[in-house]
Structures are given as C-alpha cells and as structure tokens.
C-alpha cells in the first residue's frame, strides 16, 4: 500500500488547511495509507489529531515565519518523519511547508513530490527584491517537484511565466461541499442569529469570512462600512475571523465610531448558519489562491462584493450577483454593496441557488477523485519507468 503523506505549515482556519484535512481523512483507504504533518498552534490540530485512519505528526518547530533555526530543526524533524513512515508520495500546501517539505522529502529518497499552489506567497505587498529572491527560490525547488497543483488557472500560468513548471501541472479545485449552505434557517432561528450579531428589523447584514492578516485587508471592510453607513444607515458589518490584526481593527473601528455598526465575530465553526443570516457577502482580499468562502457564499445563494485579485473571477458562479473591483477600490467596494443591495434587497435568494448550483469542479469529492486520479498516475508512470529500467535484452 502506498503512503500518502500531506504536509501543510499550520492547521488553522482556512481554505488550504481544510482541504488538506479532506484529502488524507477521504483517500481511499483500500490503496492509500494516509498520513499528515502540520505545524503547532492551530486550530485545527486536536481535530486532525482525531481523524480516524489517519497518522498525525505535529513538528513543533515548522512555523510560518523564516527562523534559521527553527526552520533547521523543522527540516531534520520532517525528514525523520518521512522516513519513518516509508512515504511514496509527499504533497505539500503552504509556502513554507512547501519549500521544506519539498527539500526533506528529496533529501528522505521519497520518489514522488508534489505541491499545491494555494495562491502563491509571492505577493503584492513584498518588495520587488524580495520577491525576485522567493521565485528563485520556488524555481530551484521546482527541480526536485514531480508535479504542480494550482487551485486557480491564473497561478498555473504565473508558474509558467516565472518558468517554475512546463506541462508537469493540474489545476485541481479547493471544492467544498455546498449542502450546508442550502439549507435555510427557519425565519426564529434566522432571526435569533441576527440579534446574535446585533441586527435590528429592516437592517442589512454584510458579513466577511476571513483570518484577520494583511491578505485578506479587513481593514478595507472597515473603510467601506464607513462609506456604505452614511448612504445606508441601516447596513450593519460583521467579521467572521480572528487574526494578529485583532487589536488593529478594534481600534480603529473606535476610531471611526463604527461600534454600533461593525461587530468583530471571531471565529465561528457554525458558518453556514452564519451565512443564512447575511444579506451579502463581501471579500476585500489584496491577494488570492482561490477563495472557496465564494463558493460557500454562491450556494447559499448569496450576492457578493469582492476584489478582483486571484483566482477570484474563476470562482464567480452567480454573475448577476457578483460585484468584482479592484484591490483597494473602496469606493468601488461601497458602491457595489449599495447597487446589490438596492436592486434585490439582499439575503440568500433560494431561487439564485437552485439556477446556479455549483459545476462539478467544485465539489470536495470531485477534488479527492481528481488527486486519488493524479496519483495513480505518476504512480503508474514510476512503476513503468523502474520496468523500463530494470529490462535489458539479456533479461528477454
């Protein structure tokens, strides 16, 4: 049986840690051993810890930030941990689990290395030196990776552009499952929840889903709240994350004097009620893998406000509901959450979901047939190539 061994930098909440937790806890088990190896600290840990059938390793020294040290210990405890449990296949998320899972996994003789670009970590907000330096340093790494997953058609042609990869690349979704989000709360339980969050009869709610850190620019929401409230009095902001931009936010709310109008939810594991709840959803992201909290939003029947960054227009399901600017267009932001709002008063529209369900490509267990699928392949591809090799006309 082959060992399949995922290694992602942190388990906390987010697109590419759950896709990762599906994938090993979803592998047929029949063919594939499955085994998975994450940094401390996150929230998602004891839950990985629980997934049955599946081995969990925890590195306490593979963190996000670039520590000579640490990331020194981190690569010996990775390359220890490949060898102990014999990997066939190592598929990496992450930058930085990407970089040193990538390099353990050569060094621990695994024949076959693999990584998912979830957007990549070469980013806008990087000097121009800086990011220079990371596609070398992705280049390099390129020689030792067998194959490519990107989660967006934008990044499989960056890869390309930046001469990472040639034809050895898939674009595989980060699907979802979207039954949660069509089911509907009864009109008590929907309206209890918006009391939860503060809101009053005949006020919108415009609701963000995302880790508070700089990608995701909520201080951005908080800048188009304050232009959408002067025009919409009765439009209300909630933010369902929480982050090291905690502290930031909440001073600046205080500052603008949007108490009463901008609520910070943290996190909350109940996120397809939550949606039921929304008149809208808005994503103010400065850089993007592929965001599924679009795809969730698009199947709860959701209208949406977003920028247009990624692999954010791949993921527009509903046209007649989505309003894409660019990053850091405020104006554009606040003037697309007025113009959905006014035109069909917002809320999930039962009608929008059931026209638009979601293409196949989106769905979690398509993703786990499309990797169980490349699998296959490059293991059938090795196997051929040890044939090949081991054939000589003596032998025939």
Partial sequence: MNTICHIITKLELGGAQEIALYAVSHLDR???????VAGPGGMLTEEARRLPGVQTF???SLGRRIHAISDLLAFVHLVAVLRRVKATIVHTHSSKAG???????????VPLILHTVHGFGITPAQPGFVQRLLILVERITGWITTYWVTVAEIDARKGRTWGLFTTNVSVIRPGIDPNPFRQPLSPADRQRLR??????????????????????????????AERVCVRLPGARFVLIGDGAMRPRLEALIHEKGLQDKVRLAGWRRDVPRAMSCFDLLLLTSRWE????????AASA???????????????VVQRDRVRLCEAGDLAGLAAGIEALLSAGGGGASPTAGDKHRLPVEFHIEEMVKQYQS???????????????????????
């Fill in 30 to 36: 029949t063919r594939f051993r499955s085994v998975l």
């Fill in 58 to 60: 925890i590195v306490p």
């Fill in 99 to 109: 970089i040193l899972g990538r390099w353990a996994a050569w060094c621990a003789g």
């Fill in 195 to 224: 009391e939860e969050f503060g809101i009053g009869s005949g006020e919108f709610l415009i609701g963000t889903v995302a880790c508070l850190k700089p990608q995701k620019a909520p201080e951005d929401v908080i800048a188009v």
């Fill in 289 to 296: 893998g592929l965001p599924r909290v679009m795809l969730e």
């Fill in 301 to 315: 029947g959701l209208p949406i406000v977003a920028t247009r960054v990624g692999g954010v227009e791949e993921a």
């Fill in 374 to 396: 490349l699998y296959d392949r490059l293991l059938s591809q090795r196997r051929n190539k040890l044939a090949s090799r081991s054939w000589s006309p003596a032998s025939s």
